[in-house]
């Protein structure tokens, strides 16, 4: 039986073959919960009867939603996870070591042909290591904490082919705009999304890791990049998919063409190319979360604003993926580069993407941001309009004080 990716992680995990449409019982390759869901996903396990994970070394625990804590309450679900991977031995990632999909690839906890849960929506992200990454409720994650293993419905896969090359200041947060608008934000629901093509070949890991990221604004279960050109720091092996493998539909895409992409109000896809929105006015831009605040994605916003400043009246916060970028931009110049132009770094982290901590826009403001939602109040205030786009995009509006095309300023 020829089978997509998908059903080749599942059915390995499974212990025999399945294909979409089958209910499955399957072992875990690794659990992960930040502030926002590991609390109550520890309560779930104690009440469960648990004392210790199934296997502590490949249990995550990650501080990254509103770290360091805001207030008493967020302190103290914050000692709670300290807590229990002092007496259980699960590995805890703390206050500004980094935004939790970022950290389990960073560190390679996540591995090519993995099953992993993430107790957090956007853990299609791990797709970008050909690995099945699914975000999953607290209770589910308990569960799985408790006995190593999960339930599932295999996915239908929907393959999507992308042709072509990008041009110069295009990237993959352009090319995954482009698709949300075209699924729509339910057009994949519980799906698992397969990229491929020469054009996805050529995408760096940070690049792949955001177009798998945004696949949930989509709906999808899960999405699987093909490992084609994929580089690790350890050798893998590789889960392609069989010849003649049975797909829900095929989209295919030329994105020679392509623009930069925004998405406007308050939807991920409400999207338009650039040009549309050109010269509306901005007050506040954000680079971050975990659809975009890599190493390439402060590359390119300190190649648009080097030997500038910001624009009067508009303020830019970054906040890298983790401590190690911090260091490696730090040690490429593009911290000062930023710095100069008059950014301002915060701690690494989710905070101002979810509106949970730093970086909570005032009523009636303008955001123009790189992260991957835009639902009205997604920031912590319903009263602003928040514009998503490509971390290039962003730095050239906040150059100019409006939504800019980065090829405007050079």
């Keep these: 039986m020829a089978q997509t990716i998908a059903e080749k992680i599942l059915s390995r995990r499974a212990g025999k073959a399945v294909r979409a449409g089958d209910i499955v019982i399957v072992s875990v390759d690794g659990v992960m919960a930040t502030d926002a869901t590991a609390p109550m996903a520890i309560q779930a396990f104690r009440e469960m ?64 042909g993995d099953l992993f849960l993430g107790a957090d929506s956007h853990s299609p992200t791990y797709g970008a290591v050909n690995a099945f990454g699914v975000g999953v409720g607290s209770t589910d994650l308990a569960a799985a904490m408790l006995t190593g293993k999960t339930w599932l419905r295999v996915p239908r896969t929907v393959r999507i082919v992308l042709h072509g090359g990008l041009r110069p200041g295009v990237t993959a947060k352009d090319v995954i705009l482009r698709l949300v608008k075209e699924l729509g934000a339910d057009g994949a629901n519980y799906r698992a999304i397969e990229f491929t093509g020469e054009a996805v070949h050529a995408m760096s890991l940070a690049g792949r890791m955001t177009l798998a ?16 050109g994929l580089r690790l720091d350890e050798p893998f092996e590789p889960v392609y998919p069989d010849p003649g493998a049975e797909y829900e539909a095929t989209l295919t895409l030329d994105v020679s063409a392509l623009r930069p992409q925004v998405a406007r109000p308050h939807a991920p896809d409400n999207v338009v190319p650039v040009d549309e929105v050109q010269g509306t006015p901005v007050h506040y831009a954000f680079i971050g979360s975990c659809t975009n605040t890599r190493l390439e994605d402060l590359a390119a916003a300190a190649a648009v604003l080097r030997g500038r400043r910001l624009a009067a009246g508009v303020r830019l916060v970054i906040a890298p993926a983790s401590k190690r970028v911090f260091e490696e931009a730090l040690a490429q110049g593009y911290v000062a580069t930023l710095l100069a132009a008059g950014a301002t770094f915060i701690p690494a982290g989710c905070g101002p993407c979810v509106g949970s901590h730093l970086g909570v826009p005032g009523d009636g403001e303008v955001v123009i941001s790189s992260a991957n939602r835009n639902f009205r109040g997604r920031m912590g205030n319903p009263r602003a309009e928040i514009y998503l786009a490509s971390p290039a995009v962003v730095a050239a509006s906040a150059l100019t004080g409006v939504i800019t095309d980065p090829a405007e300023v050079g």
């Design 213 to 228: 990221n945004m696949t949930a604004e989509m709906g999808a279960k899960t999405a699987l990049v093909d490992p084609t």
């Design 49 to 112: 009867g648990g004392r210790r994970p199934w296997d502590p070394t490949r249990t995550f625990l990650v501080i990254d939603h509103a770290a360091p804590a805001p207030n008493e309450t967020v302190a103290n679900l914050h000692r709670l996870m300290r807590e229990f991977a002092r007496e259980t031995g699960c590995r805890l990632y703390d206050v500004g070591e980094g935004i939790c999909h970022q950290l389990m690839v960073e560190n390679g906890h996540v591995r090519p």
